[in-house]
């Protein structure tokens, strides 16, 4: 019997990056695709689906211009941290190596990331959050008290202490109750560092984030107020963990952070 072949006609380079940290299995993995050319969307949906990483970053050139796009297992998403420092340290490390800087062209627009030793910082959007009034059940939902609540693209739930941060234990069916927002940040001040947080998303499919870039574009300015700092580090809570270093620029933020490759592959379409 005569076996068909499948034929395979796109080929695509691909790793997994753990961003935010300089150990493997810390920090948050992202899925980089380097692509000659821009996919369908729903084929890059597919992707990411079928990788299951919380994030993976499509990177595709367009005559001058490089252009990133993210995606969760579930959905699009405007703004991602981890997936953008992932993606550039591909970029500069695997495509281009002797290279330092790179902008991406994206959702919010152009965001460049600068390399010095093994620290890739990214120019971020500032997004200072409004103050709220608390949801309705969130206390049950995450299982602890919340001081305030504040709004940008995330619910930034500020708690008592790190502590509260580090041993909480939140309802994910229950946290799906908060509508119209990315994900829902925890964050207190901190006792080991500046500030720390937690990442909740499962609206997006991301049930606890292990290190997000994209939440402290509204945590560097809303601690940088509190603190009276421009300057800040940052840790993120997850079991993996991570460290973040941030600046509070007026109009923009800087967010930088170590990575480590962790796999390099080829996906067939």
């Not at 959007?125 to 709004?151: F, N, Q, Y």
């Not at 901190?190 to 509204?218: K, L, Q, Y």
């Not at 991570?242 to 109009?251: A, E, I, Q, R």
Request: charged fraction near 20%.
């Amino acid at each position: 019997m005569q076996i068909k072949k499948e034929k395979r006609i796109i080929v695509i380079p691909y790793y997994v990056i753990d961003a935010f940290s300089n150990q493997l299995f810390h920090g948050n993995p992202a899925g980089v695709c380097i692509l000659e050319k821009p996919l369908p969307e729903q084929t890059m949906q597919q992707i990411a689906f079928e990788n299951n990483l919380a994030e993976t970053a499509f990177v595709f050139q367009e005559e001058d211009i490089l252009r990133l796009r993210w995606f969760t297992p579930k959905s699009e998403i405007d703004l991602c941290g981890h997936a953008t420092l992932a993606a550039a340290f591909v970029w500069m490390n695997e495509v281009y190596p002797d290279c330092d800087k790179v902008s991406f062209e994206t959702m919010s627009g152009t965001l460049t990331v600068n390399k010095a030793h093994d620290i890739y910082t990214m120019d971020f959007p500032r997004r200072m959050p409004k103050p709220i009034m608390i949801p309705m059940d969130l206390e049950e939902a995450l299982g602890c008290s919340v001081l305030e609540t504040h709004l940008s693209r995330d619910l930034i739930v500020v708690v008592e202490s790190e502590n509260t941060v580090q041993n909480m234990q939140p309802d994910i069916s229950k946290l799906t109750s908060i509508k119209d927002v990315v994900g829902i940040a925890v964050t207190s001040k901190g006792t080991s560092c500046d500030f720390v947080s937690r990442f909740f998303a499962p609206n997006i499919g991301v049930a606890e984030d292990s290190v997000t870039g994209s939440s402290h574009s509204s945590l560097i300015p809303f601690w940088s107020k509190r603190l009276q700092k421009k300057h800040m580090t940052a840790k993120q809570l997850s079991p993996r963990g991570g460290t973040l270093h941030c600046k509070d620029l007026g109009s923009r933020v800087s967010i930088g952070g170590s990575a480590v490759c962790y796999a390099k592959g080829t996906l067939f379409l």
